[in-house]
């Protein structure tokens, strides 16, 4: 089992910035995907971000591309996202996704409130 422990959501005014942490720990395995999903209320989860351990190649929703940075730290199995010039929309519970060896594994969810 994979266990993911997010860190990092709050409150934040539109323009302003935060950082996501996702560490990974248990069974994890040296080829993996990490990422980032995102869920507002009302609507469906959706893919925001990825990140590859192999060669980091990364990957982002047209809705945060220019804005937000993904980035990891493959000694230490997290995963960061950076995120800045945020808006109202930007607003959800923000989740942290391991994918490895055919399965996948969710973080807790973090909130991050962006307030106009």
């Known amino acids: 089992q994979v266990q993911l422990v997010e860190s990092g959501g709050g409150l934040v005014q539109a323009g302003g910035s935060l950082r996501l942490s996702c560490a990974a720990s248990?069974?994890?395995?040296?080829?993996?995907?990490m990422g980032w999903y995102r869920q507002a209320p009302g609507k469906e989860r959706e893919f925001v971000a990825t990140?590859?351990?192999?060669?980091?190649?990364?990957y982002y929703a047209d809705s945060v591309k220019e804005r937000f940075t993904i980035s990891r730290d493959n000694v230490k199995n997290t995963v960061y996202l950076q995120m800045n010039s945020l808006k109202p929309e930007d607003t959800a519970i923000y989740y942290c996704r391991y994918y490895s060896s055919s399965r996948t594994h969710w973080g807790q969810g973090t909130q991050v409130t962006v307030s106009s």
């Open positions: 248990g069974r994890t395995f040296s080829a993996n995907n």
């Open positions: 990140i590859t351990s192999t060669d980091g190649g990364t």
